[in-house]
C-alpha cells in the first residue's frame, strides 16, 4: 500500500448478517485519525496479507467503521479478515481515499445493492443530517442478508428508504425512479456489475455528470487489450505482453519480483515505476499526477508497442 499506512486496533467486531462483519478500527497509538467524507474508503491488509478496498460506513477522528461481505468463493481477502481477526488485533490500513465524492444536488438518489450499502449509508446518513432531499433504494435478496436492516426500517425513514428483497418481491422495477431526467438530482449506484449495469442503461438519457458509480470489482485487465513487448528495466530483460495475460503475469514470467493482491486495479499493492513509454491505466488506485511516473501492472498496459518498467524503489 503506498499511501501512507496507518496502524489501527480492531476495538470491536460484530456479524450483521450470516456474512456481513462490522469492523470498528482505532489508531494503534490511541492518537487522532485522518478525517474523511461519506463515500471514502480504505485498502485494508488482512492477516494473510491480501489488500483489499473497503468504504466507511461511519467513523469520526477516533474511529472508522467498514463492513466486510465474507466471500467464500472469493480469494480469501474477505475471509482472512472476518475469520482470521479478533478484537485487539493490529491491521494496517491506508488512509482514506474518496472516488466517490458526495457532490452537491437538489435531491440524491441513491441505489446500493448487497454490500454496496457500504459507501451508501454514510452518504445517506449525512444527506439526512443535512436537511437534504435524499432517497435511498436498497436492493438485496433476502432480509436475512440485508446488513443495517433494523435502523434503515425505522418507520421514520419509511418515505426515504425502499428495502427490497428479490427473493420475496422479484426484481425492483428501476425504471420509475429514472425515466425523467432530471438536471438537478444526482445518481449514486454502488453494487453488483448487472446492477452498475442496468442502472447505466436507464440513465443513458441523463446527463453523464449527473450519475456516478463505486466499483470495487476492479477492471477486466485483458479486455479490448493489443499485445505489446515490455522491459523490466533492472535485467533488461523483454517479454511478450499477449492479448490474454496481464503485464504483472508477463513480468514475473520472466523472474521480476512484483507483488500483488487485488489483481484488479484497486489495491495498490502491484504499482511500478515507469521508465519509459506511455501506459494505458486501467486500475481505481493511482492519482492523475500519479500516473505520469507509476502504473499497475495487475490491470494497465502499454499504450503503445513498447514499455520499460521497474519496481519503485531501485
Ligand atoms: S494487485 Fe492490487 S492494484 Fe495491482
Redesign the pocket.
Known sequence: MSRTDLSVRVSAKEMLTPSICRFELRAADGGTLPPFTPGAHVNVRGPGGA?RSYSLTDGDERMYAISVAREAAGRGGSVALVDGTAPGDTLTVSEPRNDFELLTAKRHLLIAGGIGITPMRAMFHRLRAEGGSVRLLYLTRTAEETAYLDELRDPELADQVVLHHSSEAGRLDLWPYLAEPDDGARVYCCGSRPLMEEVRALTMHWRPSRIHFEDFSGVDATANARPFRATWAPTGRTVEVGTGRTL?DALRGAGADVP????????????LRLVSGAVEHR?L?LSEDERASFL????SRAEADTITVGPVED
Open positions: 489488500v504483472l500483488s493482491s487485488c489483481r484488479s486495479g484497486t489495491c495498490g499493492t502491484c504499482r486500475d488506485y499497475m501492472p495487475c490491470v
